[in-house]
């Protein structure tokens, strides 16, 4: 017995814009009213930027810029921003090192003897 082949269910036609891409992602997320992450708010108001290196990004590339906290609080997140940095993964990476690095060397953290 040979395949047989159906037409398709109709369904929603293919999203012609950012924003209605980006809506179809919400709403398959189950995100549909939330509000928009501190990332999103980040990247509206520090640019599309790395704060450290200032590698500048494009919407192909974005995914690869991080926030940063600076205080290391993930919860402190103030609609102002002030407690964020957009950092690409590479320089995101050596600030969260330094801190390691810095532990080590003076002999603190679980490095104790």
Known sequence: MGQTF????????APKTQAELDEMVRRM????????????QSLKIHGWICAKCGRE?????LHLLT???????????PPDGSN??????????????????GDYLSGGGQWKK
Do not use: M
Request: include cysteine.
């Open 67 to 77: 926030v940063h906290h600076r205080d290391g609080n993930h919860h402190n997140n």
């Open 6 to 13: 159906r037409p398709r269910r109709p369904g929603n036609p």
């Open 29 to 40: 997320r189950g995100e549909q009213s939330a509000p928009d992450s501190y990332r999103e």
């Open 84 to 101: 964020w940095e957009n950092l690409c993964v590479w320089c995101h990476d050596d600030e969260h090192s330094r801190g390691v690095l």
């Open 57 to 61: 990004f494009e919407l192909a590339t």
